[in-house]
């Protein structure tokens, strides 16, 4: 198993920051701390430590002064599963899953894992089985099906499926390949510009402006972290696409939230007009998705010299699944983690991580990159492109080893974590959500604005 500080030095002197900083990092708990035979806390604590760091310097490079950052891995841990312990006026948050989404053996023997949070991947699904919305009768569909001849039926319409893979296989096949090729992150200047000055502020991210385009919890945790360290974020969701209501509650805290259709004249027009006074730009959706509209890197780059622009992904843009859809589950699925946590365990059938932790890491390496760029924009100038992956974080918590006994952890539940909780008033009730699990000497992260319901403000920068 991977020291946690060599980790995190890794993921630091990866991008280029002076390893000096790290001296200013205190890193303590250790593994195991949830019930894992992999190193899922050294990942949440790598991956938020870094982000912290990030926000320091930013802080150092404003003010001339620097500060400790601190990470306790069982505090990060907890975040990872943020969504399991949100509740909403002493009650539960909403329902987070659809009750056919989840994991089915085939007629050949091997499972798939179907995802339906989202109205129409459900009633895809539906459809291409033939059966009624039922678990039991999905089941019995299913049993008419090789593993890999559904995965790749439920792609061509435009579904999220995949079969279970083990490690071996998916090191041999074309997308694993192509991801294992790649960094974890990558941080790349994509045009000329300007260096631009910092804003007036108190915090390491005051008067940055973000503009958020991400749904579930891989970009929404990353711009979460952003808002936290002081940026005013603008989530922009569009009226005709779902959403996942705990999702929505738990990491809208510290942004605004707008509701704008790309397709329309007049909302292509406000987007346009928020985009050429941003900083950072954060966005989930396919590769290509937004570039099919107009508002893809270089276009955004050209729109607004000095842009950062994040694009976050499922499989990586390298490879043919590179503009496939995809979800933390499924990503752990198809690249061999459910299979390998399964045969730790002794049992049959996909075994998941005990928590979303490629969505949650990815987020805070997000984050990272965010402000690496911003960092380099301020001194060098230019405009930069930021590129994160589930399946690259997937491949590179694999390269952390595994944890002797990590399966004995014990799970903790909503009373076991409440020293990790905060309330606060929302939009949809008080909130009691986990807080921002790192620590800084003089800029506290923490969220000014409350969670809004979808829609809740103007298209317009404060």
């Known amino acids: 198993m991977t020291d946690p500080r060599d980790v995190l030095e890794k993921i630091w002197t990866g991008l280029g920051h002076d390893p000096a900083a790290l001296e200013r990092v205190d890193l303590t708990g250790r593994e195991p701390v949830l019930p894992s035979s992999f190193a899922v806390g050294t990942a949440m604590q790598a991956s938020v430590a870094a982000s912290a760091l990030a926000a320091a310097e930013v802080w150092r490079a404003r003010s001339g002064t620097a500060q400790r950052v601190g990470v306790d891995m069982r505090a990060a841990a907890v975040a990872a599963r943020s969504e399991r312990y949100l509740t909403v006026d002493g009650g539960p948050a909403p329902e987070l899953w659809d009750k056919i989404a989840g994991t089915y053996q085939c007629g050949d023997g091997r499972y798939v894992r179907l995802h339906t949070n989202f109205p129409h991947h459900r009633d895809g699904v539906l459809k291409l089985l033939g059966c009624a919305y039922d678990k039991a009768a999905v089941a019995e569909a299913l049993k008419g099906w090789k593993a890999f001849d559904f995965e790749d039926a439920a792609a061509k319409a435009k579904l999220v499926v995949t079969a279970m893979r083990s490690f071996a296989e998916w090191d041999a096949h074309p997308q694993g390949q192509a991801v294992a090729r790649l960094p974890l992150m990558s941080v790349e200047r ?61 990491t809208g805290r510290g942004k605004l939230s707008a509701q704008l259709d790309l397709t329309d ?47 976050l992904c499922a ?88 944890v002797d006994g990590g399966l004995r952890c014990p799970d903790p539940a909503l009373d076991d974590v409440r ?36 829609g809740s403000s103007a298209p317009h920068w404060p």
């Open 419 to 454: 020293d990790c909780l905060e309330t606060s008033e929302s939009g949809f009730g008080q909130l009691s959500a986990v807080r921002h699990p790192a620590t800084l000497s003089q800029t506290p992260p923490r969220w000014t604005r409350p969670s809004l319901p979808l």
């Open 315 to 402: 499989y990586s843009h390298e490879g043919p699944w590179a503009g496939r859809r995809g979800f933390d589950s499924l990503v752990q699925t198809a690249s061999g983690f459910n299979d390998a946590e399964a045969k730790a365990a002794g049992t049959d059938g996909p075994k998941p991580l005990p928590a979303q932790i490629l969505d949650h890491a990815t987020g805070y390496l997000l984050a990272y990159g965010a402000m690496t760029a911003l960092l380099r924009q301020r001194t060098d100038g230019g405009s930069f492109h930021v590129r994160a992956s589930l399946a690259q974080t997937g491949y590179w918590l694999r390269s952390m080893g595994r």
């Open 265 to 311: 004249a007049k909302d292509r027009a406000a987007f346009e007009s928020l985009l050429r006074d941003a900083d950072v730009v954060v966005q989930g959706y396919r590769p290509g998705g937004l570039a099919s509209l107009g508002f893809g890197p270089e276009d955004a780059a050209r729109i607004n010299p000095g842009i950062v622009y994040v694009s």
């Open 190 to 250: 994509i045009g000329d510009a300007a260096p631009r000055a910092w804003p007036q502020g108190e915090r390491p991210l005051a008067g940055i402006k973000v503009l958020d385009l991400t749904r579930i919890i891989a970009g929404p945790v990353g711009t979460l972290t952003l808002a936290a360290h002081g940026a005013d974020v603008m989530l922009v969701t569009s009226p005709n696409l779902p959403s996942v209501a705990p999702l929505v509650i738990d």
